[in-house]
């Protein structure tokens, strides 16, 4: 009897054994199996102001990811095997070393992960060693969609209805019962400092610390969805800022892959049997679809994704670091110094974290494009280096959406944030908890100190200029002026806007 060539399940985005279908796969031929990760020095440079591209919260969530999945495969019988180095590099050099007859690993979308794809085809070639790609990050698989990818419409409430009308989402598959794992030496984790990464420090504000790996990312739906109960409440309370359980909080665990969005679908459903179905259930399920819709659109749009000019080619003159004001304006954004306490308090959140609210991004991102008119990418690559939920689509197409440039560009429309934080944070709790500054101001007042009289900022302890800046712009003079610019730049694009 021929003796099966060990196959290769080589991990990116997906550390997790639940819902595995390259792991699924490989454990079913019956051969042995070698899962590989490398840690890809590239995804540790540095980017062009100075920061990380993978930053100390993200990385520390990984390596705790990378240590709950190998322990988990370790009580399977199997092992996780982990090197620094380029994937080319890596994935040939065991394949080599194992006589490997295939690798399989779950396909990405985005051009930096997959000419890192075809780097390693290319390396594996000479080998004679087979790859095969398995789509697996999305509620709903690529090949189920009522179109091709390429057809995939420019609205999202199209695309959702066009899915809902021909729901077809696969079952989530079991994680292995155990696992038949070659011997190979399987290497020590990498840690913060060699990776070139100071140990970030617990925040005493932090209202909720992210811990990496599967065995969290299943412990945490459990107790949002289920012991909190808060999934009946979820279309209410998720755009709220402060607290940890207004929302579900699964992104980090979604982007990293330690946790399918078809499991999370899947006990959607459950509560649905088992307590109730209304609208907040049925709006956790929508946002799935709408992470869907992202990375349909970095796998329709590609590079496209990444120009100033967004996937319309908009040419709007955007504002890059070549000047000291605009270099200044940045950094108050990035510091949180701008004079608008919703802006800052959710960008010294994020700095201290990690982590923000979806609400709170949406916010920063428009006042960073929309009012200081900074080039959204550097807003999108400081998210990238910042984020412990980082996923390519998301942050990209979200931040291109919001810049107008993106999908279903509607105008141009910017977020007043002093209304937002009324809307959102009426108490002013948000503000006070993350800017000490301004903790004797209640209600409307915590976002709007620049209204203060020189006796009011006396009596309450919060000097403009000293204790707290001053707006760094005029918010609506600048968005108007923006807004004009905007105007002439849609006045010469050709048609149809979408090609």
């Known amino acids: 009897m021929t003796e099966l060539r060990p196959t290769i399940v080589w991990l990116r985005n997906d550390l997790r054994l639940h819902d595995h279908e390259p792991l699924h796969r490989a454990v079913a ?57 380029e994937p080319e590099q890596v994935l040939a050099a065991i394949a080599r070393e194992l006589n490997a007859g295939v690798v399989y690993y779950h396909a990405e979308v985005a051009s930096e992960e997959q000419r890192v794809e075809r780097a390693v085809m290319r390396a594996l070639e000479p080998l004679q060693v087979q790859t095969q790609a398995f789509w697996g990050h999305t509620l709903v698989h690529r090949d189920d969609l009522p179109f091709r990818v390429n057809n995939l419409p420019d609205v999202f409430t199209q695309y959702r209805k066009r899915v809902e009308a021909t729901p077809n989402i696969r079952s989530a598959l079991p994680a292995p019962a155990s696992l038949h794992c070659v011997t190979i030496e399987a290497g ?29 990312a299943l412990a945490r739906l459990a107790a949002w969805m289920w012991e909190a109960d808060r999934l009946r409440t979820y279309k209410v309370t998720r755009n709220f800022m402060l607290h940890a359980d207004d929302s579900s909080k699964l992104s980090p665990w979604l982007a990293l892959g330690c946790l399918s969005p ?37 796998a329709k749009w590609g590079d496209r994704l990444f120009h100033a000019g967004g996937l319309n080619d908009l040419r709007f003159p955007w504002r890059g670091l070549t000047s000291q004001k605009a270099q200044d304006e940045f950094a108050a954004w990035q510091e949180g110094r701008t004079g608008f306490p919703l802006v800052d308090a959710a960008m010294r959140e994020l700095a201290a974290t990690g982590f923000t609210s979806n609400r709170a991004r949406q916010n920063v991102a428009s006042f960073l494009t929309r009012v200081l008119g900074i080039d959204w990418r550097l807003g999108a690559s400081w998210f990238e280096s910042c984020l412990i939920d980082y996923d390519v689509a998301s942050n990209w197409a979200n931040w291109a959406y919001v810049a107008g440039v993106g999908n279903d560009a509607r105008g141009f429309r910017f977020f007043n944030v002093h209304k937002q934080a009324v809307d959102y944070d009426p108490n002013g709790d948000y503000a006070r908890h993350w800017l000490p500054e301004l903790a004797a101001l209640r209600g409307a007042r915590a976002y709007r100190p620049d209204t203060l009289t020189s006796d009011e900022q006396a009596r309450f302890g919060v000097v403009l200029g000293t204790d707290y800046p001053r707006p760094i712009v005029d918010m609506f003079r600048s968005a108007e002026h923006n807004a004009e610019k905007y105007k002439v730049a849609v006045s010469k694009l050709p048609a149809p806007r979408f090609s």
């Open 262 to 298: 078809r499991r999370v679908y899947e006990e959607v459903q459950r509560y649905e049997r088992v307590r109730v179905r209304n609208e907040d259930t049925a709006w956790l399920i929508f946002e799935l679809h709408w992470r869907d819709y992202f990375r349909f659109i970095a």
């Open 188 to 216: 020590e984790l990498p840690t913060l400092a060699s990776l070139g990464l100071d140990e970030p420090a617990l925040d005493p504000r932090t209202t909720m610390v992210f811990r990496g790996g599967e065995q969290a």
């Open 29 to 85: 031929t019956g051969a042995p199996t070698c899962i590989v990760y490398c840690v890809d020095p590239r995804q540790f440079a540095t980017l062009q102001f100075d920061a990380p591209k993978t930053g100390a919260f993200r990385a520390r969530f990984l390596l705790e990811s990378l240590a709950d999945l190998r322990q988990s495969a370790r009580a399977l019988g199997g092992d996780v095997v982990v090197r620094v180095g």
